[in-house]
Structure formats: C-alpha cells, structure tokens
C-alpha cells in the first residue's frame, strides 16, 4: 500500500526531491541521539536490541538505520556537488562524519555491512571526478573522526587522570569487530542465527515447492536457550520466504525484483541530470537493504519496510508523472488543433459557398453565349 500511495502524491519532479531532502534531512536531525548516546554511554531504546556480547549500544537500530539511508543519499549527493549539500557548506563533512560514528557506535554489524556495500556500489557508478571528490570525503571523515577520538583520550588522561571510561566505551566496539571472523562462532547471537538457519532448511525440505505455509515454527536447541522460534522470525528473509512459500515463493518475490529493476533502468533513462545523483542513492538503499536483510528481521518489521517501499516507488515514480506529463501535453495539443480547426471552420464555410456558386454560375455563362451569339446574327 505504501508503494502506490507514494506514487499516487509523487507526480511531480519537485515532489519527488522533497522527498529525497526529507530522508537526507531525517539522517541529520538524528545527530542528537547519537551525542546523546556517546555521551551517556548508553544510546535511546536501546534495550529492544541487547547486545549478545559485552556492552551497550550508543545508537538503536531504528536510529542507526535512518542514519544508514540518510549517509547513503549523502555520499551521492555531495560526489555531484548537489546544490542540498552545498547548503550545508563547511558542515558538511563534520555531519558526515559524526553520522558514520553513529552507524560505528551502533555496533550493528548488518549495517557496518550495508555502509560497506553502499560505498562500494557508489564509487562504482560514479565516474572518476565523483570518485576522486568521494574519496577527498573519507579522508577527511577519518581525519576528523580520529581527531575527535585522540582528543578525547587525551582529554581522559590529562584533565579526568582516568583511562577506564575511555577503555569500558571502546571495549563493546573492539568486541564486535573481532568476532567478524566467519571461521570464528564466539557469540551467542552468530550461534543462534545459525541453529535457527539449519533447523529452517529442515523444514523447508518438507515442502520445498509450496512451503510449509504461515504461522508456523520450529523447535531451536541452542547452548543457552530451547523453545519454538517463528518461521517468520529467521533472520534471513530469503530463508523465511523459502520455509513459508516454498520455491514459488522465491520465485514471485525474485520476479518482482527483476521487474522492479527493470523499471528502474527506465526511469533512470528519462529523468534530468539533475535528479541523477538522488536516484543513484535510492539504487544504493534498495541493493544495501536486500543484502542486509539476509541477516536481520528487516521485512518483518513494518517501520524498515515502510522505507523500502517508499524508495521502491522513488525509483520506478518517475515513469508515471513522466507519462503524466505526456498526456497533458497531448491532450492540450489536441486541444489547440480542435480549437484552430474550430476558430477555420467559417472560414473553409464561406469558400465552399463561393466554390459552389462559382460552379453554379458556370452553365448559365455557357448557355447565355450561343443566345448572345444569335442575337447578334440577328440583328
């Protein structure tokens, strides 16, 4: 439903930029959270999203994720100089950067993942001069950012004589990138998303073609925990699709990506220069989202997929008010050759009548001359 209602009101090439500002001004009206959570430690709802390891996260997902598709329009924007990020002028690049410290804070390795993937399918895309201003960005970022990390070990050192929160802070963060090792299972989330993985390809083997069907679960023993765990709840939406719908499933879901590509691939070819750069970025979230989504709960949960549909519907939107505008267009141009032809209508009128006197009065000056002819002889 929130694919045609975005594109049912977005009709228009100004309506579809607002939107795009709006997302890009979302990410940055989340910095406060992220202040927030540096500075207390500990981030706003954070306790929906415990960590499995040692810590707590400084940013929720909610905010890490909005965050996330904020930076991912940022970077393909300020790569093509867009007239928005030229706005923010010198405090560009430091919202930036505060923005990947809250993606890093976060501790959410799905959307370290995403980040990564966005960065790559952007300097991939972008020609050289846009990959040379991406990569001026990044440098400055990890400047900055390292900057801001050495002040405040220095500042813990010098004027607080205390190194523990400064270690106890960092220590979470160093814990989750060490556990990035895929030879290595040390946390109970990574053992638990694989138990559940297994015991749902078990399930899937049942009915492979149509799938076991909605509502369903499946008995998990893991070190820590046995229960029943909902087949709606893997963590890997393309595994839950294959469970519950079975190939047919897959199918579907994958034909509608294909079209949805395809469409997109279209409207890029009829958009301006100037909307470009945005659609780039809208690419980016939707190819970032379907990756991550291997890893998470992200289309069960209805606040992630609102932002997908919505930049579903941005990147196929510009074929309809395009079309849109190809229908008034002819219909106006119809319009003025019925109102030409209208406005010639006396006009063709009044030749015809004198046509057709003309015709008339030809017999009568043929007639009228042998009588002439012998009224002359007469005489």
Known sequence: MIFFIVLTL?????????????????????????????????????????????????????HSFFVLTGLILFMNLYAHRDRRIAALGQWAVPLFTIGSLGILVGLFRNLWLGFAIATILTFGVVAREQRVRLLGLFLKTGVLASSVVMLAIAGSILFLNNFSKIEAASR????????LNPTRIEDSSTEFRAVIFKEGMRAFVQNPIAGVGFGRSIDVDVSDWTGEQKIRELHNTYAELAVQMGVV?????????????????????VIPQDMKPAMIGVVAFLITMLTITAFGTYFQTNMYLLFFWTFAALLVAPLFFEKQKDRIGSYQDRKREILLSKRHVPQAISAWSEARRAEAKLPREKNARPQEASDSGAA
């Open 249 to 269: 499933g897959l199918l579907a879901f994958g034909m509608m990506l294909v079209s949805l590509a395809r469409e997109g691939r279209h409207a890029y070819a």
């Open 172 to 179: 979470p963060l160093l814990e989750r990138i060490a556990i």
């Open 10 to 62: 977005v009709r228009t090439r100004e309506a579809w930029k607002r939107v795009i500002t709006t997302f890009l001004l979302g990410g940055i009206t989340l910095i406060p959270f992220i202040a927030y959570g540096v500075a207390t430690g500990k981030g706003v709802w954070v306790d929906m999203t415990p960590l499995s390891t040692e810590g707590t996260r400084m940013l929720s997902a909610p």
